[in-house]
């Protein structure tokens, strides 16, 4: 019996802008709360960056810039929101949900406050 390794759906270019949203998010508020400090926007693009070249796709300087504003806003907003603890909880469950196989109930909840707000940025 042979096993072939599992295909992930295709991505598309809308859902990966999505998905690279909610990872600076989570990168974010993991550094927000572990080491009391917000990236620049020129450090969520640079991170942006990386994490593209990995799948060897690239975006603009100015589209990075302008996921990455996308991410703090969205991170700043859960931070206002909920105590330190429960943000702590929240960077890591959705650093774990990066993994598709983890269950989450929060990233579901969180993904589409990403998709929320690109949605607001691209005028949808």
């Keep these: ?5 599992f295909q992930p759906p295709s991505t ?9 949203i909610f990872a600076l998010v ?3 508020l993991t550094i927000h709360y572990e080491h009391g ?6 450090q969520g693009a640079t ?10 796709r690239v975006f ?3 589209e990075r810039r302008q996921l990455s504003d996308l991410s703090e806003q969205v991170a700043r907003q859960i931070s206002c929101t909920v ?3 429960a943000g702590l ?10 993994d598709p196989n983890y269950p989450s109930e929060i990233g579901p909840a969180i993904m589409a406050e990403c998709e929320r707000v690109f949605g607001e940025a691209a005028g949808l």
Excluded: N, V
């Design 12 to 20: 598309t270019e809308r859902g990966l802008r999505i998905a690279l």
């Design 1 to 5: 019996m042979s096993r072939e390794k």
């Design 26 to 28: 989570a990168e974010r």
């Design 37 to 42: 400090q917000w990236l620049t926007q020129g």
């Design 83 to 85: 105590s330190r603890e």
């Design 60 to 62: 603009p300087l100015a």
């Design 89 to 98: 909880y929240i960077a890591h469950e959705l650093t774990e949900s990066l």
């Design 47 to 56: 991170l942006a960056a990386d994490w593209l070249s990995r799948s060897k």
